[in-house]
């Protein structure tokens, strides 16, 4: 009864996603003819601080301005949203002229889908970006439009953290929809593990307030899959208490590229024989000509929230290598950002650069393919310059907490990942390098998962590249695949939430 309840949801979606495609291609070229229509229709139902810009006008290429170049999303018109009210009023009356819209916060959204957006309305978020500590309930009330680094700073400053994204100037959202991998997982788990409630503007243009007693079904759909299912202009989301003490320790290595079989021997050794959920690592293959001008290096991080002399008894194995440098010292949480390289003067943070990502996450690493791995890296790089401020990630993050979250409480369908990794193949916007770029990021993806010996792969939603399946985004249990189908059915039944790792293309 339950397949065959989904067979009727999918049919009925599909059937009105068909009429909607009828309206608008009718509709829609009406509205390029009068797209200035959208000031003396919307302009009125908005807020006093909110606007709208429209192409060639003062404001419009800061409004959508994106991270990259590469299948991004093009618009007509972008609203400056300042209210809850703002977006519902955005979200109606694009649904009334049956126009695409898609909501930005930091504008990090980096995906294949993203390139099927043409001459819709951005909703920019940025001007919802307050949060609010709520100390009795040990809460933090947050805008959709805030940052990682803006959510970890004001709670810093309320000696108060949570989990967040590596990258200071992502979207908070963003991330936690799809999950949230971030450097206090092994002791708090995911960032959507944290989500309490929130407001959601849904496909028809109204809020409701999702959470454990309302709409759970899509509380649950949210922490995982998010992207499919509506704006969330506000979260609740829970905080933790920083310690008097507490306190970041870090050593940085810079390893030649002959030591490379050494430290990923090590560091499975390190995973194999530690469950500290406070110690993690975060190393990247990558060209740093000061250190070497003629070939790549490993740059590898070990980051221990706790005394510095547990600290530096993990990061010991490593320094006895002999690395061509090491840096070491102690911080706090948002120091992280600046330690690892995902600060605000990062060139991860700069814009004018495509970066392709094609994630996967394995358990160990296979030491020789980590070899080949480096070895294409480095000859790639080397062969092609354009090329050389790409990389090769390596997130290896605790997991105790991750792992202690029930597999059917969320949408996200991998807790038991011990590395992430994510070649980044970043390039200053040039379309004639687009193609190599796809085969390069594609090939050391598809390496490795071969050398894995893992039966399934698994990418990380928020790095996707696009061209994976819904089962490497999304899980391969045939119930959760169809739960979210429903879900999409019932929530967005023309697909209005299509334009990041859609759930129905």
Known sequence: MQSFSVILLSFAFFFHAAISLVSYNVEFNTYLQRRSDIIDLLGPKLSPGASIFLPNSTGFDNATKRWQ????????????????????????????????????????????????????????????????????????????????????????????????????????????LGGGHGFLQGRYGLIADNLISARLVTANGTATTVSATSHSDLLWALRGAGHNFGVITQLDLRVYDVASADSWYYETFIFGADQIEDVFTEANQMSANYTDPALLSYAVFIRIPTVDSQSAVLLFSVLYNGPMATGQRYAAPYRSLSPLSITNGTGNYPGLAAITGNDDSSQICQDGYNRLKFPLTIQQYNVSSQRSIFDLYNATTSEQSGFNTSLVLFEAYSIQAVQAVPMESTAVPNRSAKVIVSPVISYLSDVSLDQNAVDFGSTIRRNMYADSGQSELYAYVNYAYGDESLQELYGYDTWRLERLKALKAKWDPYNRFRFFAPVIA
Not at 82 to 90: L, R, S
Not at 134 to 148: C, D, F, P, V, W
Not at 153 to 159: D, K
């Open 69 to 176: 170049d590469y299948a991004d999303p093009s618009f007509s018109a972008a609203v400056n949203v300042m209210t809850e009210g703002d977006v519902i009023a955005t979200v109606q009356y694009a649904n009334q002229n049956n126009i695409p819209f898609l909501a930005k916060s930091g504008g990090h959204g980096a995906i294949l889908s993203l390139g099927k957006f043409h001459n819709g309305i951005e909703i920019n978020m940025r001007g919802m970006k307050n949060i609010q500590i709520n100390k009795e309930s040990q809460s933090a009330t947050i805008q959709g439009g805030a940052l990682n680094g803006e959510v970890t700073n004001a709670l810093w400053n309320f000696q108060k953290q949570t989990v967040s994204g590596a990258g200071v100037c992502s979207g908070f959202v963003g991330a936690l």
